[in-house]
């Protein structure tokens, strides 16, 4: 009877070792690391497509008003220093040649409804962004919705009139989300990576 219960007691014992419950921690260690990182990943990808998708919202509304309007519009972006993730809907600058409204704005402290794009994540500067053609930062749409001569002549090339370049902060261009305005009549699409002008 004392030997059965020794066998039976010998078998319960049994459990890890030290170096196999190490392993363990490390292999789990490894996944959560993994896991941190993707989850890092996918979440500024979402930031980065939010920040597009406003800028292109705002490009749509500020054609949309021009043609409902009759009244010519500009999109502003880069905030009043050029380097805030901002962009506002306002009227062009007096054009001096002929004293008409249609030209760049020239003042950008007098513009006061600027608009943060994305959360306040994005807003602390963990992207990088770009304006292409980075000369004037701005699209100027005519009383009938078109893109105006005045944006035309800056064109980045005949089927990029302007482009809107967002990426998290620190990596390539391979990372590049884009609105992209590509026709005189202000249509817009979106693109990623490569196919983004810079």
Request: hydrophobic share 40%.
């Amino acid at each position: 009877m004392k030997r059965l219960f020794r066998n039976r007691f010998k078998h319960t014992t049994s459990g890890f070792t030290l170096i196999e419950m190490l392993v363990v921690v490390v292999i789990i260690t490894v996944l959560a690391t993994i896991i941190a990182a993707s989850w890092t990943a996918a979440v500024n990808r979402q930031r980065i497509n939010t920040v597009r998708d406003q800028a292109n919202r705002i490009i749509q509304q500020a054609r949309a008003d021009a043609k409902r309007s009759g009244i010519a519009r500009v999109v502003v972006f880069g905030g009043r220093d050029g380097t805030t993730l901002e962009a506002a809907i306002t009227a062009p600058s007096l054009d001096p040649n002929t004293g008409r409204t249609g030209g760049f704005v020239n003042d950008f402290n007098s513009i006061n409804n600027w608009q943060s794009l994305g959360s306040q994540e994005v807003a602390d500067r963990n992207v990088d962004f770009s304006v292409s053609p980075g000369t004037e930062r701005q699209i100027i749409f005519e009383s009938n919705g078109t893109v105006s001569r005045a944006s035309i002549d800056e064109a980045i090339s005949d089927e990029v009139i302007f482009a809107f370049n967002v990426r998290p902060k620190g990596t390539s261009t391979n990372a590049n989300r884009c609105v992209i305005v590509g026709t005189l009549l202000g249509a817009t699409r979106t693109a990623d990576g490569t196919d983004c002008p810079t």
